[in-house]
């Protein structure tokens, strides 16, 4: 088992997930999280904490070029796509990305599963969704 703790907002809090062993530490760039980094105090996580955790990019419905720009700078081991992105938007984003794909799924049916698994990612990650709110809402 792997763990992300996600949401970081400083280096400091970053800082105590590598020190307790997280193996990712999630950045939020999507626009309406309230758990927004700042892109200058993400480079502070990303040049103090390099080869300690291994950053992983949260975003959500954003520009291609956007998400591109932010993992190259950061160097981000795994792009977490967790919105409403498709499987075409995830192919072009592998092609030209040098991170791992992840894509948040949210399970209210079988289908649900189905249609998880043939998503085009390196990874999914299984999230809660709780009154039409996409992750991160602290209900299962």
């Known amino acids: 088992m792997k763990i992300k703790i996600c949401g970081l907002k400083n280096l400091k809090q970053a800082q105590c997930a590598a020190d307790c062993g997280a193996d990712f530490a999630g950045l939020i760039f999507a626009e309406n999280s309230p758990r927004k980094i700042e892109f200058k105090e993400a480079e502070k996580i990303a040049k103090n904490l390099k080869g300690k955790v291994k950053l992983v990019g949260v975003f959500q419905n954003q520009p291609l070029e956007f998400i591109l720009e932010i993992s190259e700078k950061l160097g981000l081991f795994a792009i977490q ?9 995830a192919l072009e984003l592998a092609k ?21 698994l043939k998503f085009p990612a390196d990874a999914l990650l299984v999230d809660a969704s709780s009154n039409g709110k996409l992750g991160g809402t602290n209900s299962l």
Request: hydrophobic content about 45%; cysteine-free.
């Open 81 to 89: 796509l967790h919105g409403r992105e498709d499987a075409e938007f």
């Open 96 to 116: 030209k990305a040098k991170a791992q794909i992840w894509k948040a799924v949210w399970l209210n049916s079988e289908s649900d599963l189905k249609d998880a």
